[in-house]
């Protein structure tokens, strides 16, 4: 049965017309063209889907839709500000963070989520709280300095 | 002007037809100055097995065009799946033809519009591409010069080219630009020189850093990978997979798919699919369909496959062979017996095989996640029988390849389910489907007899590999008394390998250098030589022994015999022509067998660096993937049902497992540039295997070193 569901998304009001059980990965991804969120492995294990709902990174791809109701979800493309990327997507463009940049969009809001939680996260912290999220390139190391830089950067330091 | 031929087409079918595919290309394109160039050199080609019906050699494999509007762009089959050749490749051209960099567009991976080309691999495609395309770069250039200096009035040599203009140097308020040049023209131009080597001192784009052109696009979520397209009137399938590679379907209903609503299910034979517009209804739906298989399995598993490899009848091929064998044991004071075990490994690129299929008449495009554009046009026009030119491949992003997505069967599947249901169909593999139907880099087994005389050196070296692949099973040791020999599938007998098998990254070279480099650290240890000591010792070849020095350098390697308990080991290779030393510091866990690499130093000589940043990005890429085959990644199975299926029980390395990494490019701006895509990933698992003998006494012959092979070692030890 297809049910309205109202949430707010990248800060504009939402209104979908679906079966509450559908994933809002591909709700995301197929009915509201947001794409920047990915498929991985649609299991929990890559989180290539990372969104935040209500400031708090997710895994979408396991979520009903009907669970965001009037929540607040941002993806990665309502992430930057007119034009102007957010920390965390600027560091990624200058730590060279990313390779074939699929798990990008996960990496980045799953980052920009433990940032909001705690701007000052110590690289340790920032380790532990990527752990979950899989790339297969190896841009490790560039992650997590560009995560390191950015978590500078929100602080106003330089 | 130099030597360019204008070619007639009429020479043989082959070139009749690709011959009508340029002057396609130059219709499409709106004209301008055309140069067609071979990317591979002809000779280096003659091992690599060609699909039937192609022929690489006769023609041209890529074209450069300066368009009306002053754009340059290079056409090529080629693809960017993360390697960064999207960038490395518009420096070069930058610079051959002094445009700024924003001017230069590469065009990757579109049948209708880039030339034959057999796929992205091996590393290839900075190494023989590179240096051809700047070759026509050049030719490009003389032309702009030759159309200015009539244009002008003034004789060639008085003018040069500057930033997208040619320029006279008498009078420098005269100049035109490439647009103004090019507009107009229909100039195709076939180049036949062989590249000249170059002055690199000369360039302003290549050898400088330069971030992946593509960053902004795939940060903000705008990058569009295969699987993010839409076209009106598209479903996604899911389609009906057997439990194990080998089994037969016997009965099926469909009726609990059909039952959902908006579901079409079609069928061809054993190939069921359940369509939807949505993804997870897709998914709903494909497991309401009752299916049950027939199986024939094969009594191998991950466990036996081993000695099932040693014990086969095989074709036996001796590969290299220099000395006596009984010399080689007669002149060594002591005699080493080894067997090293390698499993197979899955690609597991984030991103699964994906791909979009639309019939328009009687034309199907396909947008897949490839390595092989070509290769998939190749397949599709065989299996469905369309004409090649009524099949057109386009390349998105690709997230990720590693060599898993040289075949793309996701595509072939793809367009079956568009001619069948006369829809555009999506296929996205799931996490399942992509080990399943990976082909796997293959298991193998590596045998070593070695010998060394009294003062340390290796006298004997009698290497034999079983089904592994003998990338990178060179000695590289000043050796006298020198073979290795490949054991391989025999046509006649059993399949050895169970399921499909493929290129990985660095196919097969980890496993062979793992085998030489645990062999080498064995006989120092007997020798009671520091191991960096005894490979200086043993080698002659110059650019290794380079890295060498760079690479202890680097780590600030103080000597020691092993095993000193320090955890530090190292290793040395060659792959894709280049060089690589590694220097390793991990900590093993003694109760647990858990090891963490703590530091890695590596050094490597890939000839001429062009883009030094995303070299280094290469290297970290792939000494961070290398943990994987390292530490943790093997793939279960039994018979043809593979065990692993997602992230959940195949491991592959995260970010608590990222050591700290010291990467040194050699400077060699005098040689022609090799690849880095791969080299690096080959090292590592005997440099920790070798750290884990110098930790705690015991080798480890068999990778992955798991915690419990290491604590089995240790009991040994
Ligand atoms: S796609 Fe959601 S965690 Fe992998
Ligand atoms: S950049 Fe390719 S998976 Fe992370």
Redesign the pocket.
């Known amino acids: 049965m297809e049910e309205k569901i109202r949430f707010t998304l990248n800060g504009k009001k939402t209104e979908i017309t679906t079966e509450p059980n559908q994933t809002l990965l591909w709700v995301l991804r197929n009915q509201l063209g947001l794409t920047g969120t990915k498929y991985g492995c649609g299991t929990g294990f890559c989180g290539a889907c990372t969104v935040l709902i209500n400031r708090e990174p997710s895994r979408s791809c396991m979520l009903p839709v009907s669970d965001v109701a009037g929540k607040n979800v941002v993806t990665i493309e309502g992430l930057s500000r007119n034009g102007k990327l957010h920390p965390v997507q600027q560091a990624f463009v200058d730590h060279d963070a990313?390779?074939?940049?699929?798990?990008?969009p996960g990496?980045i809001m799953t980052a920009a989520g433990m940032l909001l939680k705690n701007p000052s996260l110590t690289r340790e912290q920032i380790i532990e709280g990527l752990e979950n999220n899989?790339?297969?390139?190896g841009?490790h190391t560039r992650i997590i300095d560009a995560v390191e830089t950015a978590a500078k950067e929100m602080q106003g330091g330089k | 002007m130099k030597k360019t031929d204008i070619k007639t087409q009429e020479s043989s079918g082959e070139e009749i037809r690709n011959g009508m595919k340029r002057r396609n290309f130059v219709k499409l394109l709106g004209g301008g100055i055309f140069i067609f160039f071979q990317p591979l050199d002809i000779f280096d080609l003659k091992d690599s097995v060609l699909p039937q019906g192609r022929s690489l050699t006769k023609d041209y494999n890529a074209f450069l065009q300066i368009a009306g509007d002053g754009t340059v762009s290079c056409f090529t089959g080629k693809i960017e799946m993360?390697q960064g050749v999207i960038t490395s490749l518009a420096q070069m051209m930058a610079d051959e033809l002094n445009v700024p960099l924003e001017k230069v567009k590469m065009v990757m991976g579109d049948t209708d519009l880039c030339p034959y080309d057999a796929g992205t691999w091996g590393s290839q495609t900075t190494q023989t591409f590179g240096p051809a395309m700047r070759a026509a770069a050049a030719e490009a250039r003389s032309i702009l010069i030759d159309l200015a200096a009539s244009k002008l009035g003034v004789p060639a040599s008085q003018l040069e080219v500057k930033d997208g203009f040619v320029v006279d140097t008498k009078n420098p308020g005269k100049s035109l630009s490439y647009g103004s040049l090019a507009n107009g023209k229909k100039l195709e131009r076939y180049l036949d020189v062989k590249p000249a080597v170059e002055d690199y001192s000369k360039f302003t784009y290549v050898g400088k850093s330069y971030k992946h052109s593509d960053a902004r696009l795939k940060v903000t979520g705008q990058a569009k990978y295969t699987g993010d397209l839409k076209i009106p009137g598209m479903v996604f399938a899911r389609i009906l997979r057997p439990p194990s590679h080998g089994a037969k379907l016997s009965t099926v209903d469909v009726s609990g798919a059909e039952a959902i609503k908006g579901t079409q299910v079609v069928r061809d034979g054993d190939f069921i699919a359940v369509l939807h517009e949505n993804r997870d209804k897709a998914d709903e739906a494909i497991v309401k369909i009752k299916a049950e298989f027939t199986f024939n399995e094969l009594k191998v598993n991950d466990k036996n496959m081993y000695d099932r490899m040693v014990g086969a009848d095989s074709r036996v091929n001796v590969l290299r062979t220099t000395g006596d064998m009984a010399a080689g044991s007669e002149q060594s004071d002591k005699i080493f017996e080894s067997e090293f075990l390698d499993p197979y490994l899955a690609h597991t690129?984030?991103e699964t095989h994906t791909a979009l299929a639309k019939l328009e008449g009687d034309k199907m495009t396909v947008w897949a996640a490839t390595q092989s554009p070509f290769g998939l046009q190749d397949n599709i026009s065989r299996e469905m029988g369309f004409p090649l030119e009524k099949v057109r491949i386009i390349t998105p992003f690709v997230?990720?390849g590693f060599g898993g997505k040289a075949p793309a069967q996701q595509g072939v599947e793809a367009a079956r389910l568009a001619k069948m249901s006369g829809k555009p169909v999506m296929v996205v593999w799931t996490r399942d489907e992509e080990f399943f139907y990976d082909t796997f880099h293959p298991a193998g087994v590596v045998r070593i007899k070695s010998g060394i005389d009294k003062s340390g050196l290796i006298k004997l070296w009698d290497y034999s590999l079983y089904y592994g692949g003998s990338r990178g099973s060179d000695t590289i040791y000043d050796v006298p008394n020198a073979r290795t020999t490949a054991y391989s599938q025999n046509m006649n007998a059993t399949a050895i390998h169970p399921f499909g098998t493929g290129a990985w990254r660095a196919p097969n070279n980890n496993a062979n250098t793992f085998a030489r480099e645990s062999q080498i650290d064995i006989m120092a240890a007997a020798a009671g030589m520091d191991p960096l000591e005894f490979r200086l010792k043993n080698l002659k070849d110059q650019k290794m022994i380079a890295c060498w020095k760079a690479v202890a350098d680097k780590f600030g390697y103080v000597p020691a015999k092993a095993p000193g308990g320090r955890g530090i080991g190292m290793a040395c290779g060659t792959d894709a022509g280049t060089w690589v030393a590694m220097i390793a510091e991990i900590k093993v866990d003694k109760s647990t067998g858990k090891v963490k690499v703590v530091r890695v130093a590596c050094a490597q000589d890939m000839g001429l660096c062009v883009n030094p940043q995303g070299a280094l990005i290469q290297m970290e890429g792939c000494i961070q993937m290398a943990l994987g085959y390292t530490l943790t990644e093997e793939v279960m199975f039994e018979g043809g049902n593979i065990k692993d299926r997602g992230f959940d029980t195949y491991e592959i390395p995260r970010f608590s497992w990222t050591p700290k990494m010291d990467c040194v490019i050699l400077d060699r701006k005098d040689q022609p540039p090799k690849g880095g895509g791969e080299p690096a990933l080959i090292t590592v698992g005997a440099a920790v295997g070798n750290a884990i003998f110098d930790a705690t006494g015991a080798r480890v012959y068999r990778m992955p070193m798991t915690p419990a092979r290491i604590l089995e070692a240790m009991k040994k030890a």
């Open positions: 990313l390779q074939c940049g699929y798990c990008t990496m899989l790339c297969r390139c841009a | 993360g690129s984030i997230g990720g």
